[in-house]
């Protein structure tokens, strides 16, 4: 099959790239036939229509919102459906009964009316009676068809420790609030991870834009060093907690990311996936789409689709490192610039599959809270810890707590007081693995396991914090985390000589949209 990588937000055309339309997975939505079959509780939608209403609202997803009394208008109507089936069916198959031997029929008076018609009118009325069944059943499989889609578009339901609204509540602080000089000018400039990676040429925007575009970057020397240092710490940090690690693919089923709640298009219109283009020879034949995960949540959640755990083997908890793709960078601007957000970037992820246990669940997602806040600490980044609101929530989270670092150079351009996110952790419930098709055995009885995903380290936004507050202006140098320097050949300080340029560093931030 030949294949080209497409990236779904770009509309100019670039070698073996072309514009996608926007669509939903996997053929418009259509589920190919060897997709896990999602398993949704529709009766729990029809039982509780306020809920699912109230949550869509909660969440921002307005259109959502009006899906679950559209369910129950179906659900009425499919039981309509069935009482006519039945009906139906049951002369049919007295009809049937009747031409097979009229005579055992003569004393039933249900038949009665038979008598009086020719054998031909009777063959008549079975043949309609056949074409009006057909006609119910394929209405009754629409309506069914179209509440699972209906049920498949809503989010997850809210936890009732999320906060509602729109703000985050802060839940505790990492490590003390560094120190500057606010009248330093000048130096707060050379704060900027951008400048500081460029004039130490360890960073290189410009090689990038011509390479690969806006978006991408190179890591040179002790930067690619570091990237590695910081990938072996965070895993050998959940490793000591017992997660074991896995080496997930890269390229996944486009119906698997939508069944683990990751969209061609986010909540504000703006392409999130690269697919990967097919021949329209392969479109016609079936063969499913493919994607380049965004995280390896999806193809670690996909690692259990369509099979059954073993409910002794839960939890079961697996911690992966692999590179992620984004299309949505984002608008260019302050907010973007350097290493903040970007297309490719290296992350160590956690996931755990949980019994159907809120507390089995609420331990492993407190144990990924701990891992997070360990490394953070350790490193020597000022945190804070949050508690996401409901409209920041993706569509398979019940819960969301996310941890920023202090950036210099985001405080000095007035983005949220210096903070970005670093890592962020979710509680899913069921919601993945019902649409995964992923099952345990509870007491006898198969059940859905639980799912909780979390960053142990987002290798690009942790390296840009590290350069920002650890550099030295004086010496030209960035401080080592003691934790990293096994991984950095012991070296307590990377730098030293100016090896970049003021002019390299200017233009390296006109290749970021200074």
Known sequence: MNRAFTCLRCRAPRPRVRAAAARGFADNGKRPSMAPKPIIDIKHIRQNPELYELTCLERNYPRQAENPARILQLHSRWQELQRQGR?????????????????????????????????????????????????????????????????????????DDTPRGHEPVVLSYINEQPRFDEDASEEAVWRSHLHIGSELG????????????????????????????????????????????????????????????????????????????????????????LCLAGTSEIPLAGMRANSTIDAEDLPMRHVAVSRCYRAEAGARGADTKGLYRVHEFTKVEMFAWTAPDEGEAQDVYEEMLDIQTEIL????????????????????????????????????????????????????????????????????????????????LAVPRVLAALLENGWDEESATVAVPECLRPWMDGKERIGGRRRGTRAAAKKAGEHQGE
């Not at 009747?98 to 009777?122: C, H, I, K, W, Y």
């Not at 986010?266 to 283009?277: L, R, S, T």
């Not at 019902?434 to 007491?443: N, P, V």
């Open 87 to 159: 009906s139906l069916r049951e002369r049919s198959n007295l009809l049937r009964k009747f031409l097979a031997n009229p005579a055992t029929s003569s004393g039933d008076e249900d038949v009665a009316d038979l008598r009086a018609m020719t054998r031909e009118q009777v063959q008549e009325e079975a043949r309609r009676l056949k074409g009006e069944l057909s006609g119910i059943e394929q209405g009754e499989a629409a309506a069914v068809g179209e509440m699972e889609a209906l049920a498949l578009e809503m989010p997850n339901l809210t936890s």
């Open 202 to 289: 360890i960073l290189d925007f410009a090689g990038a834009a011509a390479s690969s575009g806006w978006g991408w970057y190179y890591l040179l020397g002790e930067a690619a060093q570091l990237e590695q240092a910081l990938v072996q710490y965070a895993l050998a940090v959940a490793t000591r907690h017992g997660w074991t690690q896995v080496a997930p693919p890269s390229i996944v089923y486009s119906h698997i990311g939508a069944a683990c709640g990751f969209q061609p298009r986010d909540q504000n219109g703006e392409q999130q996936v690269y697919a990967i283009a097919r021949s329209q020879a392969d479109a016609d034949r079936g063969v499913p789409e």
């Open 377 to 456: 600490s350790s490193l020597g980044l000022y945190c804070r810890v949050l508690s996401m609101p409901a409209t920041d929530l993706g569509a398979s989270a019940s819960r969301k707590v996310d941890m920023e670092a202090y950036f210099p150079s985001r405080r000095q351009h007035g983005l949220g007081d210096g903070w970005g996110e670093v890592t962020s952790a979710s509680m899913c419930g069921d919601y993945q693995t019902r649409r995964l098709a992923t099952r345990t055995r509870l007491d006898g009885r198969m059940t859905f396991p639980f799912t909780a995903n979390g960053t142990a």
